[in-house]
């Protein structure tokens, strides 16, 4: 595939299982994509999202954009290819309906916890496309569960340029993203979910 | 009507045009509500204030509901709420009779909120709400919203000895949107109660 890094194809990433099965992947796409991606993106609008559970930027849904680095973008999420790819790390159907979106974290923006459940939906993703330090907040929280209720975040994963990283939505999969503590940097990102049967 | 001692709780000129509150409350058809800013008497609220900074918080999270802190109402506070007084004005208000009013006591600090679930919404009631905080920006989050079952919303003005008083009608949810991190060790004080009718 012209996207995925070669180091990435040799041998699928590994997955964790801990707290739910989800794989963190850094330099996922070649470098010349994420940067093309982070330009196209940028010239999608924003709107903003506020709710109980969350405040945020948000696209519409890319899988109608016009911008052609996103429909290459959404091909490729389509593709065969990498719904097998996907497929093979979680073990898991797919049937190639994608949904994607972009998100734009500012300053006390945030997303609180959730699994992400709904119907159809087999695997979250995100693709980052910026840099936000640990200080900076706008990390993914993981939760531990018990009894299907969440109880405390026990991984972080940083926003880091070009990092992938994709979760099996479950009754476990309890996640947020932390607020942005900063006054100038953003998390920027694209989002979805890969759908199956 | 007076406590005992002959005071006022509630300000004297609500107290002499509580036909044009009612008005008023029932003026907003999708969520009948009023709020009556400096409501009580300054001498009471500053009681009411001192009261509280000597009761004990507890901090509660339960993930996917809530993050407060959380203390039983000062006996002054529940006396005075439960008063002649109190219980006709908010009766000639809301349009019923009330004969009590029971409440609790919350904190709101960075990192607090509550999110929407299920359970409530299920009853059709009338709620109590007091401010007690001094100096609350909005941009700190903390405000409390009604939202109905169409995602209409409605946001309950803020301000330190405001009362409000909400028709919940039944499918009508309410939250406190997440303190961040703005609030530098802010909290914000809020009564929440509830009529039994």
Redesign the interface.
């Given at each position: 595939m012209e996207w995925i890094h070669e180091k990435h194809l040799t041998k699928l990433p590994k997955l964790e299982k801990k707290p739910f099965p989800h794989v963190e992947i850094d330099g996922f796409l070649l470098p010349e994509r994420g940067i093309a991606l982070l330009k196209g993106l940028m010239k999608e609008r924003f709107y903003s999202k506020d709710a109980?559970?969350f405040?945020f930027f948000q696209t519409n849904d890319l899988t109608k954009a016009k911008e052609k680095t996103i429909k290459d973008f959404v091909a490729f999420l389509k593709s065969e290819e990498f719904q097998d790819y996907v497929g093979d790390i979680f073990d898991v159907s797919l049937n190639s309906k994608v949904d994607l979106f972009g998100s734009l974290y500012k300053n006390?923006h945030?997303l609180?916890?959730?699994d992400d459940r709904l119907e159809g939906r087999r695997v979250a993703f995100m693709y980052y496309l910026s840099e936000m330090p640990v200080s900076d907040g706008g990390s993914l929280g993981l939760?531990q569960s018990k009894n299907n209720?969440?109880?405390k975040i026990v991984k972080r994963v940083k926003p880091q340029f070009n990092k992938f990283v994709m979760f099996l939505v479950s009754k476990e999969s309890?996640h947020e993203v932390e607020?942005v503590?900063s006054k100038d940097k953003q998390r920027i990102a694209f989002g979805g979910w890969l759908h199956g049967n | 009507m007076h406590l005992e001692g002959g005071s006022m709780v509630i300000r004297n000129n609500y107290i002499q045009s509580v036909e044009k509150v009612r008005k008023s409350f029932v003026k907003n058809k999708r969520f009948p509500s009023v709020t009556l800013f400096d409501f009580f008497d300054e001498k009471e609220f500053k009681g009411f204030f001192k009261e509280i900074g000597k009761v004990k918080f507890v901090h509660e999270r339960d993930v996917m509901r809530h993050s407060w802190s959380k203390s039983q109402v000062p006996k002054k506070i529940l006396n005075a709420l439960n008063s002649p007084e109190v219980l006709e004005f908010v009766s000639t208000v809301a349009g019923r009779k009330i004969s009590c009013i029971g409440a609790s006591l919350y904190k709101f600090k960075h990192k607090d909120y509550t999110i929407l679930h299920d359970r409530d919404g299920d009853r059709d009631e009338i709620e109590i709400l007091i401010d007690f905080t001094p100096n609350w920006c909005g941009d700190y989050g903390g405000d409390v919203f009604y939202v109905d079952g169409k995602e209409n919303y409605s946001e309950v003005p803020s301000g330190a000895n405001t009362m409000t008083i909400v028709h919940k009608k039944k499918g009508t949810q309410r939250f406190v949107k997440y303190v961040n991190h703005l609030s530098k060790g802010k909290e914000k004080i809020v009564l929440f109660g509830k009529v039994l009718l």
């Open positions: 109980d559970l405040s006390t945030y609180l916890p959730h939760y209720n969440p109880t309890f607020e503590i | -």
